[in-house]
């Protein structure tokens, strides 16, 4: 379960950027065109949008130079998303 949406502040910031410079300027007649234009934000957002806390560059070419971290894999998401075990110590002991 992640944090409360008050006490995560990246997403509550972009969250905010969203909704001050897109939905709430925008009057959206159909579900289509709601999805074309936050789109278009999207990509201008991430691609030509320099961002001053990533050193003024773009949040695509920040992730460009991320490069030390190997791509995570699906088999990690879905250990990481598996329930809790409940047998108990026993399952710990056949794991190990």
């Known amino acids: 379960m992640g944090l409360p949406p008050w006490q995560n502040g990246i997403v509550e910031s972009f969250n905010g950027r ?3 410079e897109l939905l ?3 009057v959206f007649d159909t579900l289509a065109e709601a999805r074309y234009l936050i789109d278009r934000w999207r990509l201008f957002y991430n691609h030509r ?3 001053r806390a990533l050193g003024t560059v773009t949040p695509a070419a920040f ?3 991320c ?3 190997p791509p995570l894999r699906l088999a ?7 329930p809790p075990c409940t047998q108990g110590a026993s399952t710990m002991q056949q794991l190990s």
């Open 76 to 82: 990690a998401l879905a250990c990481a998303a598996a």
């Open 49 to 51: 949008r320099i961002q």
């Open 67 to 69: 490069t030390a971290l």
């Open 24 to 26: 709430s300027s925008e």
């Open 63 to 65: 992730a460009a130079t």
């Open 18 to 20: 969203l909704r001050d």
